[in-house]
Each structure stands twice: as C-alpha cells, then as structure tokens.
C-alpha cells in the first residue's frame, strides 16, 4: 500500500486566494483526520471523518476552513479566503478504528504570504 | 476526559546513553496509549502502542514503553541512543478499544550529541 497520500507538498498563495489541500486514505481505513500543526499550537485536530460522514468539526478554525469527503478514498480541506496566519503543516491520517492507531501523509506544508 | 502530558519538550542525551522520554495519562476509562515519531518535514509514525495486554511493548527501532497504571506513566525509552533518533516524539491517548479520536501530548524533541 502507498500509504496516505496528500496533495500537494508545498503550497505558497497570496492572501484571500482559495486553497485546496488533497488526501488520499489507505484503502479500507474508515476514519480519516485532518490535523493542523504549528510551532505555537502543536497538533490541532481540524475535523474527522466516519465512512465519509463528518463526526467531529469542532477544531475547524472558522468559517473560512471546510472538509468534504466525498467517497472513500478522497478528502479535500479548503481554506477560503486564505489568511496568513493559516501558515502551518496540515496532515492528513487514516484508520480502521481509531484504537489501533493513524497513519499519517507526509502533510502539505501552506504558506500564505 | 482524557490527555497526556508530555514531561519535557526537549531532551538531549550523547550517543550511546539512554533515552528516557515520560509521558504521564488522565483517562476516566482503561486507556490505549502510544507514541507516534516525527522526522523532520515528515509526517507522524507509530512507533508503539498499548492496547491493554503486556504491559511492556515493544515497538521499532529498539523502542520500548512500559504501561503503569499506578503511576498513570508511559515512558518511552531505548537503552542505547544512535544519532538517527533525533526526532520529535509525540506520546498519544485514546479511551479504549471503542474510540476513534486520539488525543496527542505536545511533543518532546530529541537531540543526539555525539
């Protein structure tokens, strides 16, 4: 298996553009997590997914941040409009049931200038 | 409500010394533990996970953590650093067999000197 695979690695944008940070899960994993990480606040769980069902957004920022999961094997978190404190590492990790542990992507690294 | 806290947020140990990184747990519900590994720019690994049988796991890279429920612990150590090691660590806690969010300490780095 490839593993969890994002994209893409590295992303600069300008203040106010859209952006689109892509995951794809280990197939057969029922639970993806999107995490956001950054020196000042460390690992932050942005929302999570249940057979492409959204159980928890709580740790979404704002309004500006939303995730869909449209089948089993593609997540997408968009940031819109973009600001520069959304600069940060973001990850993605997938599961068969969160008790036997993440396998985290090698994340999207997002530099908003 | 569950958390660990992760006791030092650098360590720095010569080659060859043992590494000893604590990490202490608050679970209302016999905990699963683990540690994860960061290399830099990489994403988090597993090193290691307990899952309430032995309480002493073994993970990768000659890593091993003991569970002790008396002291609410779960250190991570290795008897003989290598330089390799040097990484973020990051120890983790979910509230059983039956929970899907794990919740994660804020990280201890560690540095090899030679």
């Known amino acids: 298996d490839a593993g969890v695979i994002q994209s893409p690695r590295h992303e600069v944008t300008e203040m106010g553009q859209e952006v689109t940070l892509r995951c794809k899960p280990i197939s057969g994993h029922d639970y993806l997590f999107w995490y956001r990480q950054t020196m000042m606040r460390g690992l932050e769980l942005l929302i999570y997914f249940n057979n492409n069902v959204p159980i928890d957004d709580s740790g979404m920022p704002e309004d500006r941040f939303s995730a869909k999961m449209p089948n089993a094997s593609f997540s997408t978190l968009k940031i819109q409009p973009s600001e520069p404190r959304d600069s940060a590492v973001y990850f993605c990790?997938?599961?068969?049931?969160?008790?036997?542990?993440?396998?985290f992507g090698s994340g999207t690294r997002l530099t908003v200038v | 409500a569950q958390s660990v806290t992760q006791l030092g947020s650098h360590v720095s140990v010569s080659e060859g010394a043992l590494v000893l990184l604590r990490c202490n747990y608050s679970?209302?519900?016999?905990?699963?533990l683990f540690w994860y590994v960061q290399y830099p720019n990489q994403g988090l690994q597993l090193l290691l996970k307990y899952t309430s049988a032995a309480t002493l796991v073994k993970g990768i890279n000659g890593f091993e953590a003991e569970f002790k429920k008396s002291e609410t612990s779960f250190h991570l150590t290795k008897p003989s650093a290598h330089m390799s090691d040097a990484a973020e660590y990051f120890c983790a806690v979910t509230p059983g067999s039956s929970a899907s969010k794990i919740i994660f300490g804020s990280g201890t780095r560690l540095s090899i000197r030679p």
């Open positions: 990790a997938s599961s068969l049931q969160g008790a036997g542990g993440y396998t």
């Open positions: 679970s209302s519900v016999p905990p699963y």
